[in-house]
């Protein structure tokens, strides 16, 4: 399982001063993304925080890696560029082409073609989750501040101690602020199954019968108990709103999105509509980042996308990366319900450790052919 172990040697003048700059600019920008006191109204775009946060990544992996050109980063880098052309390609046939959306993608092509070291992940991980009290700032809830606590917690799966002690101090708290910043349904079941899903890893791979006897009775005393005292306002809350008088709604049941994805589906090309895509309602996009992608640049790219996504998933199947598998599931789950394409020009944090955690995912995967290149990857001592 590829959790990263921290020590003392790597917290240096350097690191305090990389992830004071990281932890600065993912409060910046959460603020921006919850729209705090209007401060949207005040900037035109939010292109130029992504392009900061992305050049101070790009500024340490020129002074600590190196680019790879091994087989299978070469492989799913044609893919990913083939996406891009069609990406760009779109961009040109609906009239929509941003440079500073260009340019955040170019610069995200390079961070994927170098091997990512250990010490930038603590970093980057680190800066995410300290940021995360200033979701507190604003005083009402919102779906984009619940998933953006959701994958930063995930992604903390990296550093924490796989011990039971450990998950429990660090899960309570964040469901506790999870329910202070949201009503999301997906945010809030998201969190449960990746935090079930964590908890069953560690009490059940490789461990005692009799801790595996403990685990399945406290699971299920858990369960039990959570379903006689709250049976009902569970019910309420993830399901009950799809159900009125006619009977069951899926437009209910997604929050109207439904018929959002009907009509992008109805309306879908080959190259898309480009941003005027989602001109038929007053919402700003489809809250999946399938549909957004398939009406902003088209078949061909959102084909191209699944294929992006698939292999990504699919390379962090492992029992070595499956911290990794936990954040790109909840990334997946999250987006079929709550944000746009990849995430992206909207919201930072997450989508940056998306990138980060895909270029590492490639460093780990190729270290994979020599165990004991892995083991080295791995540990820090």
């Known amino acids: ?80 560029g083939l996406y891009l052309g069609f990406v760009f390609l779109s961009m040109f046939i609906a009239d929509h082409f941003v440079a500073t959306e260009a340019l955040i993608l170019l610069m995200v092509t390079v961070i994927l073609a170098y091997k990512i070291p250990k010490q930038l992940i603590i970093y980057l991980v680190l800066a995410a989750l300290i940021s995360l009290p200033s979701l507190l700032i604003i005083d009402h809830t919102l779906n984009e501040s619940g998933a953006t606590l959701v994958m930063v917690i995930t992604a903390g799966f ?124 007053e919402l700003l996009h489809a809250h999946n980042i399938l549909f957004d992608t398939l009406g902003r640049y088209g078949i061909i790219a959102v084909i191209l996308f699944i294929l992006v996504l698939a292999s990504i998933w699919v390379l962090s199947i492992t029992k070595y990366t499956l911290s990794i598998f936990l954040f790109m599931s909840a990334y997946m789950l999250i987006g079929m319900f709550e944000y746009n394409y990849l995430f992206m020009f909207v919201y930072f944090s997450p989508i940056v450790l998306f990138f980060i955690l895909t270029a590492y995912l490639l460093t780990l995967r190729e270290a994979h052919t020599n165990v004991i290149e892995l083991k080295k990857a791995l540990r820090f001592d």
């Open 1 to 80: 399982m590829a959790r990263i172990n921290m020590h003392r040697s790597y917290f240096t003048y350097e690191a305090l001063l990389f992830i004071a700059v990281f932890t600065v600019l993912f409060v910046i920008t959460n603020i921006v993304m919850m729209d705090y006191r209007g401060i949207q109204d005040l900037i035109s775009s939010q292109d130029p925080f992504m392009i900061l946060i992305l050049g101070a990544i790009l500024a340490y992996l020129y002074k600590n890696s190196k680019l790879s050109f091994a087989p299978l980063r070469k492989a799913f880098l044609a893919l990913w």
């Open 158 to 281: 990296l550093i924490v101690p796989r011990t039971n002690r450990a998950m429990i101090l660090y899960l309570l708290p964040a469901f506790l602020l999870l329910n202070l910043i949201t009503t999301s349904r997906t945010a809030m079941g998201t969190f449960l199954l990746i935090s079930a899903f964590q908890l069953a890893w560690i009490n059940l791979y490789q461990t005692p019968g009799r801790q595996k006897r403990w685990f399945f009775g406290a699971a299920a005393g858990a369960v039990v108990a959570i379903l006689v005292l709250f049976a009902g306002r569970i019910y309420r809350f993830f399901i009950g709103s799809s159900l009125d008088s006619g009977g069951f709604s899926w437009n209910d049941l997604t929050s109207i999105r439904y018929e959002l994805w009907a009509t992008v589906w109805h309306n879908r090309q080959w190259f898309g509509e480009g941003h005027s895509y989602f001109d038929f309602t």
